[in-house]
């Protein structure tokens, strides 16, 4: 009786601890999460009153993101969008947008309330990944990923803004404003009887 050997049993048997180990990594569980904070609903980091039509406090609140170089994306006389773009270094890019959405407050529509929120998202520029082949007679073929020349933005985190003290000086600003458009209406005329 002779054995014979083949070369191929010796790499199957190499190869099935290499396949069953990269399984077991990918059933893995997920790091937790740093830093993460569960929702707290503070009533008073996100809303300010104002004694003005909701109409007006969505024109300070435009004017408040415009003065500060925010691009004013949509407008309405409820709400208000605006973006402004960051680059802090070469490879990061940071874009933030605040919504402000302004509602009536009382009878008569003459306060409002006004909710803002803004979202901050990063961005790295990253190079395109391409891919060459290389045939090699008897083998087939072989793609090797290679670096490209092409850059790309790649998003890497997206939050809410949570700093209360970003909302506070929109809203002071968003006061200054309503104060000065109020100097600037008429006052209304008063009937008169004779």
Do not use: I
């Not at 059933?27 to 909701?54: C, I, K, W």
């Not at 009382?106 to 391409?130: C, D, N, P, T």
């Amino acid at each position: 009786m002779t054995l014979s050997f083949r070369p191929w049993h010796g790499a199957l048997a190499l190869l099935v601890p290499l396949v069953l180990s990269a399984c077991t990594s990918l059933n893995s569980q997920p790091m937790p999460l740093v830093g993460y904070q569960p929702e707290a609903f503070d009533a008073s980091t996100h809303a300010r009153h104002y004694a003005a039509p909701p109409e007006r406090t969505c024109e300070a609140a435009r004017r408040a993101l415009l003065s500060q170089g925010y691009v004013v994306t949509a407008a309405t006389a409820q709400e208000v969008t605006a973006r402004k773009y960051f680059q802090p270094d070469a490879q990061h890019h940071v874009q933030m947008e605040f919504r402000v959405v302004c509602a009536p407050e009382g009878q008569g529509r003459l306060a409002s309330v006004a909710f803002a929120s803004a979202l901050k998202e990063q961005y790295l520029v990253r190079k395109a990944k391409e891919s060459a082949s290389l045939g090699v007679g008897g083998l087939g073929s072989l793609s090797l990923p290679v670096e490209g020349g092409m850059d790309s933005m790649v998003k890497v985190a997206s939050e809410t803004v949570s700093s209360a003290q970003v909302y506070e000086r929109l809203f002071s600003l968003m006061r200054e404003y309503l104060d000065s458009m109020s100097l600037l209406s008429p006052a209304p005329a008063s009937s008169a009887s004779g």
